[in-house]
């Protein structure tokens, strides 16, 4: 029995994932193209000049509960030799001026008392949330000092000042902030029980939530220095032994069809590759354009700059308990901080640390180093006697979304024009627009390379 091409375009997390799935199907033979030197997208290992390493993307990995997709990702040997296990995230925050280690999730306690008293009373009440825009959503359910103090400054440090808070989509779950620390743990509790509740309140600390959840929420990172880009590094090492052919530093540019199907690819080199079946985890565009299908659409998505800054410290940092850092302050840009000392093996040259924070297009200029640092001794992260010992700003364009309704209509379209007009091609990966974490982006490519018609 011939056996069924398949070609596959981006060697990012999904398109690793879907080799290593395709892979371990008999009967199939697999292609993957990726336009840079090596495989890994937006997951990877950044080097400073100085030749420290931090890590890009994702830091802790977890399992996605499915043990088809968990035992692809992660390998069936070695893993409790090569990865450190940690029974949840545990992640702090910093939030009107106070830091909390127990949770990522804000603490509206620490409101002032009045704002704090008219919040309870919206939360208290049990009408059904306005779900038209993520505005009406957050006021609807949990009232306007709320989504004036914490929501709205949040929004604007995620996605700009110019945020369009109207079409922005309210299911959503904006890094964790889709609920509040309101009320101490028995009560938490009791109302939890109640779904309107549960949807709004969150448990006082990480560990509570570990406890009650019925979920696995461990986390994983790897022992290796190269820290998360060692994941990335042996799923492309694993697809390669099963025989996927990688084609580095290609890129696609022509798709040619047959009878409303993709037929062959041809890449910027010249070679054609003739195939079955298409996993496109780039964006859906390029994949209209370089098909010829006409299309008409005039929105185009604001997606967010990641500035990085790496850090690299002479003693550790003043929290040595969390894995990471949230700051829902509106005075602070930084939104995330990885402490890498709390979850990584040691290095001997220093204590690394990690902030990230989003720009609109355009306005990179607005951060740099010294502001970076200036923000972590504002949060009392380090003292005024910790020496940098390296330091890196690295700039990521084209990362997040702005999550508006509009971004995911015309993304439907696209996708509808593409299905529509050549039956053998899977978009996956967070270009499809349909996800965006790690563990939706997978568990969307299983269910759609639907192996079980691939056994013999
Ligand atoms: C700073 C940052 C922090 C993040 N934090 C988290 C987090 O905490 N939790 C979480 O779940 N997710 C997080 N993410 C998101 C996560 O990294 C992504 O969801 C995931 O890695 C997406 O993988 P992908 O394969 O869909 O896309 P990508 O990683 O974008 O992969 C696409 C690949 O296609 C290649 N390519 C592009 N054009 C072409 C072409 N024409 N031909 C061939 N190849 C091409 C690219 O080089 C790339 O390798 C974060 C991302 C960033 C940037």
Request: proline share 4%.
């Amino acid at each position: 029995m011939e056996k069924k091409k398949y070609i596959i375009v981006g060697g990012g997390l999904a398109g690793l994932f879907a080799a290593n799935a395709l892979l371990s199907e008999a009967n199939v033979d697999v292609t993957l193209v990726e336009s840079d030197d090596r495989c890994g997208g937006l997951l990877r290992a950044f080097k400073s000049e100085r030749g420290i390493k931090y890590d890009q993307g994702t830091h802790l990995a977890s399992k996605t509960g499915v043990t088809e997709i968990d035992e692809i990702l992660f390998g069936t040997k070695n893993f409790s030799t090569e990865w450190s296990r940690f029974p949840f995230l545990n992640a702090g925050n910093y939030f009107a001026g106070v830091w909390n280690t127990k949770t990522q999730v804000a603490d509206i306690r620490h409101l002032p008392k009045p704002l704090y008293a008219q919040s309870v009373a919206a939360i208290m009440s049990r009408a059904t949330p306005e779900t038209s825009s993520f505005t009406n959503y957050v006021k609807s359910n949990f009232g306007l000092p709320v989504f004036e103090h914490l929501f709205l400054p949040v929004v604007h440090k995620l996605y700009g000042k110019d945020a369009n808070l109207n079409d922005l989509k309210s299911d959503v779950g904006y890094f964790g902030l889709n609920r509040v620390v309101a009320f101490d743990t028995e009560l938490t509790e009791k109302l939890k029980e109640i779904s309107d509740f549960d949807d709004k309140i969150a448990f006082e600390t990480v560990s509570d939530y570990a406890t009650k959840s019925t979920t696995d929420t461990s986390f994983y990172y790897p022992k290796h220095p190269d820290g998360i880009q060692h994941w990335v590094g042996n799923l492309t090492e694993r697809a390669v032994s099963n025989g996927l052919k990688l084609l580095l530093n290609r890129r696609t540019e022509r798709l040619e069809t047959t009878e409303g199907a993709v037929s062959s690819i041809t890449l910027d080199d010249g070679t054609r590759l003739e195939c079955d079946e298409v996993v496109w985890t780039i964006p859906i565009p390029l994949a209209l354009k370089q098909a010829h299908i006409e299309y008409t659409s005039s929105f185009k998505p604001k997606l967010m700059t990641a500035n990085l800054f790496h850090f690299m410290f002479d003693k550790p940092v003043l929290n040595t308990d969390n894995q990471y850092v949230w700051n829902w302050d509106a005075e602070f840009k930084t939104f995330r901080i990885t402490l890498y000392d709390n979850f990584a093996e040691p290095l001997p040259q220093g204590y690394r640390v990690t902030m990230e924070i989003l720009t609109g297009p355009g306005d990179d200029i607005e951060v740099n180093i010294e502001s970076a640092l200036s923000e972590l001794k504002a949060m009392n992260l380090i003292a005024s006697n910790h020496k940098v010992l390296d330091s890196s700003h690295q700039i990521i364009k084209n990362t997040f979304p702005e999550p508006t309704k509009q971004l995911s209509l015309s993304n439907q379209a696209l996708l509808r024009v593409l299905n529509d007009s050549l039956s053998n091609i899977i978009v996956a990966g967070r270009h499809s627009a349909k996800v965006w974490s790690q563990s939706d982006v997978l568990q969307d490519i299983y269910q759609q390379l639907n192996l079980s018609t691939l056994k013999v």
